[in-house]
Structure formats: C-alpha cells, structure tokens
C-alpha cells in the first residue's frame, strides 16, 4: 500500500484535503537527476500570482515517470512559494497530454517500477494538485487521454477549447485506468455516464464534456489561458468553490440505484470476458469500491487492480496490437526513402457493386471526390443507389446530420465512358474476378489517365502480373484490396508487384489513413497476405466435418476461442460462389496443400447458397438470425461417404481446444509460408492483418503472436502428429520446424542462409 508522509497509510475516510501534499517518505535513491527532472516541464509565475506549469514533451504530452518526477518538483516549487496564489496545468503543442506513454508500460513489470509509479501518482495527483490549499485549474487543448485527462480531474475546475477531445481508453488495451480515473470520473459526471466512457473507451468532444460536469467552461482558444488563470484567482478568493473531485457525492446515485447500474455494467463486461483477466469486468470492482468504501479505498484497490491488469496476458496481447498497427507503416525500401506522399485529390472506381460502392462511400466519407464507371444506365444507378444506402445508415444511427449527408454525397459523380478519368489521381478497379475484363479494364485507362496516375486493382485473388500484362506503364500498377464492406472494414492490402514503385506505394499509405483504414503492404501472390494466410481456415473445418465433428459444434468452439463467427456462419454470410471461386484459385496456386471436400458443391447444386437464400449450412426464417438446420444432416452424410477420410467410419470426438489447433494450426503454418516468403515484410503485419481482415481476436495479440505464445515446438509437434493420422494437409513447413527445432519464435526475423534452399525469400 502507498503511505504518505507520516508513514501510515491514511484512513478510507479522509478526505483528499487533508491528505498532505508534502512529500511522502521519499528516498533519495528515488529522486532523477535535476537535468531529466526538469526536462519535460516548464514554469512560469505571472505578476498576478498564478503559476503556468506546462507539460512539454512532443508530439502529445505524452505521461511517463520521468514527467510525473518533473510535475512532482514543479508543484513541490509554486506550493513553497509565498507569491504563487493559483496554478493552471496545461500542455504544449496544442495538446493537454495524449496520456501516458504506452511504450513505457511493457517496462513497469520491472522489479519496484509499478511500485514507484503509483507512489509518485498519488503523492502528486492526490496530494499535492487535489489535497493542496492553492488551487489549480486545468487548460485544456487538443486532447486528454487516459492519464491526460486524470491528471486535469485532479485539479479543482478544467476549462477546455472547442472540439478537444477526452477520453479513458484504458480497456481498449487490456489494462484499467491506473491514476484514479475510476473514482474521479463518476463523481464528476455520474456513475452511468462515467460507466458508459470508460467500458467502451469513448471519446467525447468537450462540449458534451461541458454539459455532462466533467469540464466547467469551454472558450476559444486564445481565451483559454486567461479564462483558466482568472479562474483559478477567482478560487483563491473564494469567489469561486474549490471543488476536490474526490469528495464529491452529489453527482453520485444512491446505493440502492447504484448498485443496479454496477450490476448492469458487470453483466455487460460478462458478455465481453477475454482470455486470462477481464478487466472490464475488473474495473467495475474498483469503481464499485469507491462508491461503497470512498475514494481513497477506491484508488488503493485500482493501484492492485492496475497491476494485476498489466501482468495478464490479454494486456500483453493488446499493447502488441496497438503497437503493430502503428508500425504498418514502417516498409523496409519504402518509408524509410524519404519519399513525401502526393495529394490524391480525385479517385476514380471501376465498378458500382457491393466493393465498388463501399470503396466509393470510403473516400467520400473522408472529403476525396470520387468518379464511379459503370457499363451501363442500370447498373450506374444502382451503385449510386448502394453508396446513398450506406451513407442514410449513418443518418440513421446519428452519426452524420443531413447537411454533412447531402455535402457528402455531392462529392460523387457516376460516368458510363472514361473521359472523366483524365484528372484522376488514383484508378481502383472492383470488377468481378475475371482477368480478361480487368485486363481490358486496364488497357483502356492507360489510354485515358494522366501518367501520373495510379493504376489500381481491388482483387483479392488474382495475380496482378496477369491483370496488368497489357500495362506498359507498370510502375504505377498496384493492388488496392478492400474487405467488406469497404466503408466499414479498417484493413487496406497494398499489394505490390516487382515493379511496383516506391512512390506509389507511399502515396497509397498516405491514402489508407487519409480514407482512415490500416493500410499494410503485401507482396503479390495468389490470395496475398490475409486470404492466402487464412485459406486454410474453411478447408480445416471441411476436413473435420468429414471426420464426423458436429458443423454447430465447430462453429460454436471457434467463436468461444473469440472469432465473430465460426467458418459455417461466416461461409453462409459470404455466399459460396465466392468461397468456391477462391477455392478454385488455391487448388490451382497451392495443389499440395489443399483439402478437396464435396460439400460446398453439393450445396451449390441445391441452391442453399449461404444467407441470400435463406439456406445453408443454418436455416434463416427472420432476416438474418440463423438456426441449425437438420436438413443439412443429408449432405454431411454423403460428404463422409465420398471424402472417405472418417477412421472405421466413425465420428471422431474432439474438445473445443482440439477442434480450435485442427482449425487454427493449418493456418499458422500457411502463416509460416507467407512469412518465409517475405509476402510480408514483418510478423507484426501479419498480426494486424489477422485482427482486422479476418476477425481473429486482439486479445490474442494476433494470430503469429499467439502462435508464439503457444511455442513453435507445440504447433510442429501436434501438425506431425495429424499428419499422419490424416495427410499432407497438416505437415509442417520449413520455417515452422525450423523455429521448433531451434527454440525460435515465428516471429523472428528470418535468414535467407538457415533455411533448405528450396525456400522461396524474394517476394519483398
């Protein structure tokens, strides 16, 4: 437990005030050198008795220990002198604080870290900004994140610019809010609201921040300073209350009608359980504490409870995914050239379908006017028709008014000829999959675009040598592959080809961002990054239905490991052509590791073609809500009879964790190959891709980092042993054994000397 100055920890019941804003039982061996300590703040004492203390630490303010040593001495300073009457807190570079450094979290597990930090958090922000007699009065611009915005509830009123931005989103990374966020929230805007912003990490604007108590007053931004220092003056002569947001209760419910809202939130955080520690699930224990025992026995229960967080494995997994997605950007041979990005004003899109449209609703969305080409009058306005769909659900669900709806939707300009292209700066073709049309697609553009202009295929399969063979022009040829629906989905396959210049291929990153996707660079090969890696997954589970396992039984095990839908499920939602068509391209690209089930065709046949025929492997009698369907027991019998494969010609018996390695390790070894072959430049890409093209779960880290948490060893050995038992289907491949036999993680970075030197390692 953290003590304070005189050494005892201090009662549940004291309020912040009489808490002490001396230094606790400070060790000299905990001070920083007076260089570091002063590194990251700046003071100024004004004439009229306010002290300015600045957090300046490019480019967001970020939190770390350091800064809170340097806030620890600069308050310790305007509190010791006699002239300072007030304090205002603001940050620097337009920014409050975007929270605490993230990258300093995977250092707390080191012996006493966690430990002083949480000495330093209470000390400074419990202490000496919330329990001192002189006022501070928060200035806040831009953004207060996380720790950012705890720090700003500390002090004693918060006054804010228009449109900046406050939030905890401490849950989104596995961890709870840690500097007394769960106590301070609520008694500033209620138990419901602070509920509703911390389970699902939501950033509010300050105006409702304003209307909610959790700032008081929001002013222009040249008037931000002189409001915050006149009101702190005007706390220091008590013409306004000093308001420690620790002893607050009137914002609080009454216990009976709290406990029912803390029931609510723990039934929701129930609904949402991860992998080892809940923290959802944690947090609404400490909030609980609080309410019931104080802020005081609050806090000391979130000090453990933070721990315990960030020890789990779910933290672990989720920091790496934060941290993966902001590397996607990071190409070996492309960012680091000092290439700038050029503005691509105008898009054009091939194609008005259900990619088309989404592709189209994406870039308006975002402010990029769009062209869209269609071959004929029927066809055009239908696409039109899919992208005022899109836009009218926003509307719908209040996330856009009808003037920005009507502004948005100017921006599109449907065309049957091409003679609009010629002041494109970027061309993306979503055809259907057929390569003589994409192929005469791309003919005619060259004869049309400037030769500035990108060149760009939407396919999710198609080698883009073959859709670009009749492109002179190949350095500005590049696949641009959406998920669908396109406006919805965040992850952008950039696909490259050999030729493929780096230019382009920064200009598109630049895209993806501006159009708000996670864009990650991929080499060119049948499928590419994600559906190559994950072509597997359906043929995995085709494999253990003919062995006789339960089709609702596998699906059910795959979404309780965290996927949205088991492959079933998901088959029916895309429709089989589709499935049946990229099928078709692995058996042809990869013949020696592809299950040939008969399933799929034998559906197709009967026309139960996924949900658009309210038939497939589930029945849907209401819009989309699916049921088992014992009609499909005819053909899983007849499947097992042809695929031949069932041992004795009885269903095996499998446990979820059994059926989830037989789904999932096929996959990881495809992982292997697309990481052998340098399809992706880095694992972590693969991670990202995995979480957000294919649903797998980010508490899981994705899906090579939760390979490695099981060991490389462990997935070898149980793929040799289902090989044998059920073929080529399960072997291993080079990379995967390697890092068994060696002790290595997949994710390591691979040598082109260690490997058989029949390993291909030139894609990229």
Same mark, same amino acid.
């Given at each position: 437990?953290?003590?304070?100055?005189d050494?005892r920890?201090?009662?549940?019941?004291?309020?912040?005030?009489?808490?002490?804003?001396?230094?606790?039982?400070?060790?000299?061996?905990?001070?920083?050198?007076?260089?570091?300590?002063?590194?990251?703040?700046?003071?100024?004492?004004?004439?009229?008795?306010?002290?300015?203390?600045?957090?300046?630490?490019p480019?967001?303010?970020?939190?770390?220990?350091?800064?809170?040593?340097?806030?620890?001495n600069?308050?310790?300073?305007?509190?010791?002198r006699?002239?300072?009457?007030?304090?205002?807190?603001?940050?620097?570079?337009g920014?409050?604080?975007?929270?605490?450094?993230?990258?300093?979290?995977?250092?707390?597990?080191?012996?006493?870290?966690?430990?002083?930090?949480?000495?330093?958090?209470?000390?400074?922000?419990?202490?000496?900004?919330?329990?001192?007699d002189?006022?501070?009065?928060?200035?806040i611009?831009?953004?207060?994140?996380?720790?950012?915005?705890?720090?700003?509830?500390?002090?004693? $009123?918060?006054?804010? +610019?228009?449109? /900046?931005?406050?939030?905890?989103?401490?849950? !989104?990374?596995g #961890?709870?809010? @840690? =500097?007394?966020?769960?106590?301070?929230l609520p008694?500033?805007?209620?138990?419901?609201?602070?509920?509703?912003?911390?389970?699902t990490?939501?950033?509010?604007?300050?105006?409702?921040?304003?209307?909610?108590?959790l700032?008081?007053?929001?002013?222009?931004?040249?008037e931000?300073?002189?409001?915050a220092?006149?009101w702190?003056?005007?706390?220091?002569?008590?013409?306004?209350?000093?308001?420690?947001?620790?002893d607050?209760?009137?914002?609080?419910?009454?216990?009976?009608?709290?406990?029912?809202?803390?029931?609510?939130?723990?039934?929701?955080?129930?609904?949402? $359980?991860?992998?080892? +520690?809940?923290? /959802?699930?944690v947090?609404?224990?400490?909030? !609980?504490?609080? #309410?019931?025992? @104080? =802020?005081?026995?609050?806090?000391?229960?979130?000090?453990?409870?933070?721990?315990?967080?960030?020890?789990?494995?779910?933290?672990?997994?989720?920091?790496?995914?934060?941290?993966?997605?902001?590397?996607?950007?990071?190409?070996?041979?492309?960012?680091?050239?000092?290439?700038?990005?050029?503005?691509?004003r105008?898009v054009?899109?091939?194609?008005?379908?259900?990619?088309?449209?989404?592709?189209?609703?994406?870039?308006?969305?975002s402010?990029?006017?769009?062209v869209?080409?269609?071959?004929?009058?029927?066809?055009?306005q239908?696409?039109?028709?899919?992208?005022? $769909?899109?836009?009218?659900?926003?509307?719908?669900?209040g996330?856009?008014?009808?003037?920005?709806?009507?502004?948005?939707?100017?921006?599109?300009?449907?065309?049957?000829d091409?003679e609009?292209?010629?002041?494109?700066?970027?061309?993306?073709?979503?055809?259907?999959?057929?390569?003589?049309?994409?192929?005469?697609?791309?003919?005619?553009?060259?004869?049309?675009?400037?030769?500035?202009c990108?060149?760009?295929s939407?396919?999710?399969?198609?080698?883009l040598?073959?859709i670009?063979?009749?492109?002179?022009?190949?350095?500005?040829?590049?696949?641009?592959h959406?998920?669908?629906?396109?406006?919805?989905?965040?992850?952008?396959?950039?696909i490259?080809?050999?030729t493929?210049?780096?230019?382009?291929?920064?200009?598109?990153?630049?895209?993806?961002?501006?159009?708000?996707?996670?864009?990650?660079?991929?080499?060119?090969?049948?499928?590419?990054a994600?559906?190559?890696?994950?072509?597997?997954?359906?043929?995995?589970?085709?494999?253990?239905?003919?062995?006789?396992?339960?089709?609702?039984q596998?699906?059910?095990?795959?979404?309780?490991?965290?996927?949205p839908m088991?492959?079933?499920?998901?088959?029916?939602?895309?429709?089989?052509?589709?499935?049946?068509?990229?099928?078709?391209?692995?058996?042809?690209?990869?013949?020696?590791?592809?299950?040939?089930?008969?399933?799929?065709?034998?559906?197709?046949?009967?026309?139960?073609?996924?949900?658009?025929?309210?038939?497939g492997?589930?029945?849907?009698?209401?819009?989309?809500?699916?049921?088992?369907?014992?009609?499909?027991?005819?053909?899983?019998?007849?499947?097992r009879i042809?695929g031949?494969?069932?041992?004795?010609?009885?269903?095996?018996?499998l446990?979820?964790?059994?059926?989830?390695?037989?789904?999932?390790?096929?996959v990881?070894?495809?992982?292997?190959?697309?990481?052998?072959e340098?399809?992706?430049?880095?694992?972590?890409?693969?991670?990202?891709?995995?979480?957000?093209?294919?649903?797998?779960?980010?508490?899981?880290?994705?899906?090579?980092f939760?390979?490695?948490?099981l060991?490389?060893?462990y997935?070898a050995?149980?793929l040799?042993?289902?090989?044998?038992?059920?073929?080529?289907?399960?072997?291993?491949?080079?990379?995967?054994?390697?890092?068994?036999?060696?002790?290595?993680?997949?994710?390591?970075?691979?040598?082109?000397?260690?490997?058989?030197?029949?390993?291909t390692?030139?894609?990229?």
């Amino acid at each position: 437990m953290t003590l304070l100055r005189d050494q005892r920890p201090p009662s549940l019941e004291t309020p912040a005030h009489q808490l002490s804003y001396e230094p606790c039982f400070l060790a000299t061996a905990m001070e920083l050198p007076h260089t570091v300590q002063k590194e990251f703040v700046e003071v100024q004492v004004f004439p009229d008795g306010v002290a300015l203390i600045t957090i300046s630490r490019p480019p967001v303010n970020a939190l770390s220990l350091p800064v809170f040593y340097c806030l620890r001495n600069a308050y310790k300073e305007v509190l010791g002198r006699d002239e300072v009457k007030a304090i205002v807190l603001t940050g620097d570079n337009g920014k409050f604080s975007g929270g605490f450094d993230i990258n300093s979290l995977q250092g707390f597990n080191e012996k006493g870290v966690l430990s002083e930090l949480a000495f330093i958090s209470l000390d400074l922000q419990t202490a000496m900004i919330e329990g001192a007699d002189k006022p501070s009065v928060a200035a806040i611009k831009g953004v207060a994140l996380g720790g950012g915005l705890e720090l700003a509830m500390c002090c004693h $009123a918060r006054v804010a +610019v228009p449109k /900046a931005h406050l939030a905890l989103p401490e849950l !989104e990374l596995g #961890i709870i809010p @840690g =500097g007394g966020g769960t106590q301070r929230l609520p008694r500033l805007v209620g138990l419901t609201k602070a509920l509703d912003m911390i389970m699902t990490s939501r950033q509010i604007s300050s105006e409702e921040a304003l209307e909610s108590g959790l700032i008081d007053a929001v002013v222009p931004d040249e008037e931000l300073l002189p409001t915050a220092r006149s009101w702190a003056l005007d706390i220091a002569s008590c013409r306004r209350p000093l308001i420690r947001s620790l002893d607050r209760t009137d914002k609080l419910e009454q216990f009976g009608e709290a406990w029912k809202i803390l029931k609510l939130a723990r039934e929701r955080a129930a609904r949402t $359980a991860y992998n080892d +520690v809940n923290n /959802a699930q944690v947090c609404v224990d400490v909030i !609980e504490e609080g #309410i019931f025992s @104080g =802020g005081i026995a609050g806090i000391m229960k979130e000090e453990q409870a933070f721990k315990r967080c960030l020890n789990s494995n779910t933290a672990k997994s989720l920091i790496h995914v934060f941290f993966a997605q902001r590397a996607t950007g990071k190409v070996q041979g492309v960012s680091d050239l000092g290439l700038m990005p050029r503005s691509l004003r105008k898009v054009g899109v091939i194609g008005g379908g259900l990619m088309g449209s989404g592709i189209a609703t994406a870039c308006i969305l975002s402010g990029i006017p769009v062209v869209m080409k269609e071959v004929n009058a029927v066809f055009l306005q239908a696409g039109l028709d899919r992208v005022k $769909a899109n836009l009218e659900s926003r509307l719908r669900k209040g996330r856009m008014t009808r003037e920005k709806f009507d502004k948005t939707l100017a921006l599109i300009e449907v065309v049957l000829d091409y003679e609009q292209f010629r002041n494109v700066d970027l061309v993306i073709e979503a055809v259907i999959e057929n390569p003589p049309l994409k192929q005469q697609i791309f003919g005619d553009l060259e004869k049309f675009c400037s030769s500035n202009c990108i060149l760009a295929s939407n396919t999710s399969t198609i080698d883009l040598n073959v859709i670009g063979q009749h492109v002179k022009t190949k350095d500005r040829l590049a696949g641009a592959h959406f998920f669908s629906p396109a406006h919805v989905m965040p992850l952008f396959e950039i696909i490259r080809t050999e030729t493929t210049s780096p230019q382009v291929l920064v200009d598109l990153l630049e895209f993806g961002k501006r159009i708000k996707k996670v864009p990650i660079v991929v080499g060119n090969c049948a499928g590419f990054a994600v559906n190559r890696t994950f072509f597997p997954y359906t043929q995995a589970a085709l494999l253990l239905v003919d062995l006789g396992v339960d089709v609702y039984q596998i699906d059910n095990a795959i979404t309780a490991f965290g996927m949205p839908m088991g492959p079933f499920r998901l088959s029916d939602l895309v429709g089989f052509e589709v499935g049946a068509a990229s099928g078709s391209t692995y058996i042809q690209a990869y013949p020696d590791r592809v299950y040939k089930s008969t399933l799929f065709p034998m559906l197709i046949q009967d026309k139960r073609l996924g949900e658009r025929t309210r038939k497939g492997f589930y029945a849907y009698d209401d819009g989309r809500k699916a049921r088992p369907d014992p009609e499909l027991q005819k053909y899983l019998e007849k499947s097992r009879i042809i695929g031949g494969i069932m041992p004795d010609n009885k269903p095996i018996e499998l446990s979820d964790k059994a059926i989830v390695e037989m789904t999932f390790f096929p996959v990881v070894n495809e992982a292997c190959r697309v990481l052998e072959e340098r399809v992706v430049s880095k694992a972590s890409d693969l991670d990202i891709a995995s979480v957000m093209g294919m649903g797998f779960p980010s508490y899981r880290g994705g899906l090579v980092f939760w390979a490695d948490s099981l060991g490389a060893s462990y997935i070898a050995t149980r793929l040799k042993e289902l090989s044998k038992c059920y073929g080529d289907f399960f072997k291993p491949c080079s990379w995967l054994n390697h890092c068994a036999s060696n002790g290595l993680k997949l994710s390591s970075p691979i040598n082109q000397g260690i490997l058989d030197q029949s390993s291909t390692l030139s894609r990229l």
